[in-house]
């Protein structure tokens, strides 16, 4: 087949904020309702945005209208997180509510703000594949810096699954359980992303205890990264029967295990082994087959 004379473009607006702002500021809904992109940080983790009061953007009290003001704020947490978190992420607006505390007049702001920390966090609970649902708060000031109106924004945040994994989740484990027979199902493979639990099925990050287990959903009590593996996680193993429990702080360790978590096993008469993923599922599978109550949480990336 005969190569094309024009190279296939490349080129992508947000990769480049100041040509993106551009595009922004040029969107016709925008420019009718004098809405302007200030500012867009080259990480992506800030935005500024303003709206002027002209005779053709006013109500009849002469202030903004309500539903400017909405629009203002809109689509900016979206684009911050989808550029922050990549192409291995789903991000969608879910949900926004304004709150209108005083007529707007003259010049008003809005600045969207991300830090590392928040990133970090968002990663850690969408580790387990499980959807999330994160709120995003901002405030529309004035030139005098009173508020004029606060937004709620809640979004839909959701890891991809690598390609040919299968995710098992809580709620597909409870409508219909594996049958497995004998003690705890043994892990037939572990790679980096991929778990894959004999009688269960493939999956990210995993739960497991003698005769079942599920993909670990991050969310349902806390855990990330930084803060580490939560009690209410290692609960559900204590009762499923565990007497053994081994904690796995990823391939790369960089999930903590708060000595609190391995406290509240201790305490409760139960061995508890924390180590690197790959060490973990060595020593779980080893466990399984001599037919010890064994359970853990295995991490399946960083």
Known sequence: MKKS????LRFKPM?????????????PPYLGAAIAVEEIARDWRTIRVAMKLRWYNRNYVNSHFGGSLFSMTDPFYMLMLIRNLGRDYVVWDMAARIQYLKPGRGKVRAVFSLDAERLDDIRGKAESGQKLTEIFLVDVI?????KVATVKKTLYIRKKA??????????????TPPVIEGGSPVILS???GKIEVAGIGQGKDWKIWPSGGWVWDWSEHGTGHRRGIQTGDVQELIDRGCQVVILTSGRLGRLKVPLETVEFLETR???VIVTGTGKGVHLYNE???NGAAVGGLFHATC
């Open 5 to 8: 004379f024009f190279p296939q």
């Open 15 to 27: 990769d480049h904020p100041r040509i993106f702002k551009m595009i922004v500021n040029s969107w």
């Open 142 to 146: 004035d030139a005098q810096g009173e």
């Open 162 to 175: 690598p390609a040919g994994v299968t995710v098992t989740t809580k709620e597909a484990v409870e409508q």
């Open 190 to 192: 572990s790679k980096w």
């Open 269 to 271: 008469g139960i061995k």
């Open 287 to 289: 466990y399984a087959r």
